[in-house]
């Protein structure tokens, strides 16, 4: 049945571009994210952030008020950075534009480009951090598109080559996980290592926004990617992009690709055994060695848990939602499992699902799924009176969804504001999937039990 | 210590003030620095915030997404009946519609919302981009509010233009808009209307039960588990009793010289306040109905019968431990001083977003010597003071917690994320309750800093 298409968002399924973009800033070492706006804009998304990772999550911002919109903010800019560097001192400041700088036309390269000069002449350039600029008006694309475009702009700003830096034996990778959660960078990490390869992965932000208790309170957070990883990036052995969406797009792997020469593996985010295996491939490819035993185990395990678990999960309709290529992942996952993902929702609105979809589910998954792009959460609720789900995997914004369908919500992803250590979530590698696994099992187990009569002490 | 040792940024240096060491002379309510990552929010958040619970009305803003999804049911304020506004709503403005101009999606998004929820009234708020491409806020609303015939508001919320009390004051302006159209016939002289409490976690329904035992008529909250139709009817009561005053003062202006409707100041948090709040409302209606006193002593008595025992337990564990306080507003500031001071406990360090000189004069004259009072902070200076003070409670919002907790020191939510009521004789328990739990905890022993001690 098609519906004519609302004009109005009701409980949007995706967040604003500058969040995306000072998300990515996070895990870049010693950076400090930078908002060119009014000042409420860093306030939301510092609030909307915290509630999830419960750690610090300073975003500064250059605070304009009414006569900096008439007359241009560059002043106020100025000053902004001048405080960051010598207040935080940081060691690279991520500038991202908001829609009133990118509609008042303030033109942040030029202002950035004034101010490196203005310090040269005042003699104080020596100890200039690197200023990245991205441009991210909120009134194109999601947070997602932001937290690329942030990436790529990094590495297309840093990333010249006329930087010196010492060139060492160790044989690395370049990864760009895109936005996953800090645990699932710890694994991939550590994947990577076992793989007898270096890693630049970029943006980092396992420890950044997942960090241990301290004596004092850091002004910056420690962890991240270094920035002269970053600046060696071009002799990386191969560049790791994950996301399906990306594919073929202006990436920051791309760049590396134009600019030096370094394989670019694009993948999906390596959710389930098979985006999983093509991850492992790579690396394989990247270390000219074989899968480590230790991996190749739990690789083993997951499979004898997928079967443990078949009788459970077959036929079982779920709606995912969320960005575009976690909601990607996760429907490859699903499908692998014998459940049949009947809604594929985001808020993004790339093109790019219907078609990715199709493609990780193909031979597991007749009919496809109804895949809806640049949904909000109206629309999916809508949807989910034509398929009667028995699940939803997503973020914590479906709970009110979830309780009105009495099914089961599996949260996965970001923002998980409801629920305690959402972002320690697992969702990469072998070793995810089956959390994953034994999570969606569990559900269903104790919805069924609950619901049971009986009381079975047995599932 | 020297007072230069906290002083981060020199520009901010007349926002912060120590008692005993300096005279009173602070400087506030100004533009935020640049670059010192404030806590404050815009103009918009301070309009949606005060708006949000009248339960009964569609709220849209107007703009980009993010304004809309970063307050989506942001506070736990509680309805008894609809619940319209735990939705989130928006235009979300795309490129073509910032070149060519938002009205007409305006325009179809409210005709298609008020169709669909039937609104008692709509909200318009207008975001930062709509102050720049110029839309004509006011133009739309009064086409659709013609036309479905309930009244539609702009809110001139454009985020940059000032902080969060300039948004309170748009979001007064459009409530007053409603006043005075409603019947007014079956109020009784005995009436009041509730201005600035936002039924965080029921907290309106203990209060308006005490005016019940009191004899009084609550004819309008405002805006807690609000409705539009009381709205409309509020010019009809005999008071205005006006808490968080910075939210809705300017609303209580209004009504004054529009209806003649006098107010009092009141507050809801602490033993002190809550009591002396009701024996001001006692005393403003006593020439009407002279046995309210008697009433509001019973009432009190009764109360306090109950608590003090159980305030005692707690009192006997926090005594001497010290406490710091950065609030929204300021007047929240006050209560929370002596309520600490109720619990044995020593305020070290108080602050908020948007306080004014005449607030910061009071926390001057309430607090202890040594006391540090700071306006518009940020996180370097906030963990700075905690350190320096070696705080064991911090109270604040929820981009206060992780200063706290990072830091080894306990931590009590006191704004939008509370779920348990902290208003009223029963509130002062609970959040005794929640200072011990935080405080008491075992786990502090085993943070860093307090461990190296």
Redesign the interface.
């Known amino acids: 049945m098609k519906r004519a298409d ?7 399924c ?3 571009k ?2 995306g973009a000072c998300l990515a800033f996070r895990g870049i070492e010693g950076a400090v994210p ?1 908002l060119h ?12 952030i ?2 999830h990772f ?13 006569k ?2 008439v007359y241009g903010g560059g002043a ?2 100025k ?6 560097m010598t ?2 001192g940081a060691g690279m400041i991520g500038v991202a534009t ?3 700088t990118e ?2 036309g303030d033109d942040v390269p030029m202002i950035l480009r004034e101010f490196r000069k203005e310090m040269e002449q005042a003699g104080e350039a020596t100890g200039l951090p690197p200023l990245v600029s991205v441009s991210t ?4 694309g ?1 947070h997602m598109e932001g937290f690329h475009t942030a990436v790529r702009a990094v590495v297309d700003q840093l990333c010249t080559g006329d930087f010196p830096y010492e060139e060492s034996a160790e044989k690395f990778v370049n990864l760009m996980p895109g936005f996953l959660s800090p645990a699932d960078l710890r694994h991939l990490k550590e994947i990577v290592a076992d793989f007898g390869l270096g890693c630049v992965m970029l943006p980092d932000i396992s420890e950044t926004l997942d ?1 241990p ?7 910056i957070p420690a962890g991240g990617t270094p920035i002269s990883g970053i600046k060696r990036m071009g002799s990386g052995v191969a560049t790791l992009e994950f996301g399906h969406t990306l594919e073929g797009s202006s990436t920051a792997g791309m760049i590396l690709h134009e600019r030096f020469g370094v394989p670019l593996h694009q993948s999906g985010t390596p959710i389930g055994l098979r985006e999983t295996d093509a991850f492992f491939k790579a690396l394989e490819l990247a270390s000219g060695i074989k899968t480590p035993e230790k991996h190749a185990l739990e690789k083993g395990r997951l499979v004898d848990a997928y079967v443990d678990g078949h009788k459970y999960l077959f036929g079982k309709r779920a709606v995912v939602y969320g960005e575009e290529d976690l909601v990607i992942g996760l429907t490859a996952f699903l499908a692998e499992i014998g459940i049949k993902p009947v809604l594929c929702a985001s ?1 993004g609105n790339s093109g790019r699902l219907r078609g990715c979809i199709q493609r990780v589910t193909a031979g597991l998954l007749e009919p496809p799924p109804i895949v809806a792009e640049g949904a909000d959460f109206r629309k999916i609720e809508e949807l989910c009176e034509e398929v009667s789900p028995d699940l939803l995997v997503g973020h914590s ?1 479906g709970y009110s969804l979830s309780t009105k369908l009495g099914v089961p919500l599996v949260r996965v992803g970001f923002p998980i504001h409801d629920r305690f250590g959402g972002h320690r979530t697992l969702h990469v590698g072998y070793r995810g999937a089956q959390m994953l696994l034994d999570r969606i099992v569990n559900a269903i187990l104790e919805k069924a039990q609950k619901e049971s009569p009986i009381g079975y002490g047995y599932m | 210590m020297s007072n230069s040792a906290s002083v981060i940024f020199q520009e901010r240096k007349d926002q912060i003030l120590r008692k005993g060491q300096d005279a009173f002379d602070m400087s506030c309510n100004r533009e935020s620095l640049a670059g010192a990552v404030s806590q404050r929010a815009c103009v918009f958040c301070g309009s949606r915030v005060v708006l949000y619970p009248i339960a009964d009305a569609l709220h849209l803003v107007h703009g980009p997404i993010g304004c809309a999804a970063y307050t989506w049911d942001i506070r736990g304020a509680l309805s008894s009946g609809p619940d319209l506004h735990r939705l989130s709503f928006s235009t979300d403005l795309q490129e073509k519609d910032i070149i060519f101009g938002g009205e007409e999606k305006l325009y179809r998004a409210l005709t298609e919302l008020i169709d669909r929820h039937h609104p008692k009234a709509a909200f318009v708020y207008s975001t930062c981009i709509v102050g720049i491409i110029g839309d004509d806020l006011e133009a739309v609303c009064r086409k659709v509010a013609s036309e479905k015939e309930i009244p539609v508001l702009p809110v001139q919320s454009e985020g940059f233009k000032g902080n969060k009390r300039e948004g309170y004051g748009a979001a007064c302006k459009a409530m007053f808009r409603l006043m005075g159209s409603g019947d007014t016939e079956d109020i009784s002289p005995l009436s009041l209307n509730i201005l600035g409490d936002f039924n965080l976690a029921g907290e309106i329904w203990i209060i308006r039960k005490y005016f019940d035992r009191m004899g009084i008529q609550t004819v309008a909250n405002i805006t807690g588990d609000g409705r539009v139709e009381d709205l409309g009817r509020a010019h009809g009561a005999a008071l205005n009793v006006v808490q968080c005053s910075g939210a809705t003062m300017e609303l209580a202006k209004m009504m004054k010289e529009s209806f003649g409707t006098p107010f009092l100041r009141v507050s809801y948090f602490g033993v002190e306040d809550m009591a002396e709040s009701l024996y001001q409302i006692a005393r403003f209606f006593e020439p009407k109905d002279p046995g309210i006193m008697e009433r509001t002593r019973e009432l009190v008595k009764t109360e306090l019968s109950v608590l003090y025992p159980q305030l005692q337990e707690y009192r006997r564990e926090l005594t001497g431990k010290k406490a710091a306080i950065y609030v929204g507003g300021a007047f929240k500031a006050f209560s929370l001083v002596k309520a600490f001071r109720l619990l044995g406990m020593k305020v070290v360090l108080v602050g908020s977003q948007t306080g004014t000189e005449e607030d910061y004069k009071e926390l001057y004259e309430i607090t202890d010597e040594g006391t540090i009072i700071v306006d518009d902070s940020n996180p370097l200076e906030l963990s700075s003071f905690l350190k320096e003070k070696d705080v064991d409670v911090f109270v604040g919002g929820v981009k206060e917690r992780p200063i706290a907790y990072k830091l080894g020191v306990g931590f009590c939510d006191h704004n939008h994320e509370r779920k348990q009521p902290l208003e009223g004789f029963i509130g002062m328990l609970n959040f005794a309750r929640e200072i011990h739990s935080s405080v008491m905890s075992p786990v502090w022993r085993f943070v860093p800093r307090r461990k190296a001690r």
């Open positions: 609302y004009v109005s968002t009701t409980n949007a995706k967040l604003c500058p969040l930078m706006g009014s000042q409420g804009c860093a306030t939301y998304m510092r609030r909307y915290i509630s419960r750690e610090p999550m300073d975003i500064a911002s250059s605070s304009l008020g009414e900096h919109a106020n800019l000053q902004g950075i001048r405080n960051v207040k935080f908001t829609c009133l509609t008042i008006p909120s009134y194109s999601t960090g208790a301290l004596e004092d309170y850091e002004k808020g914004k």
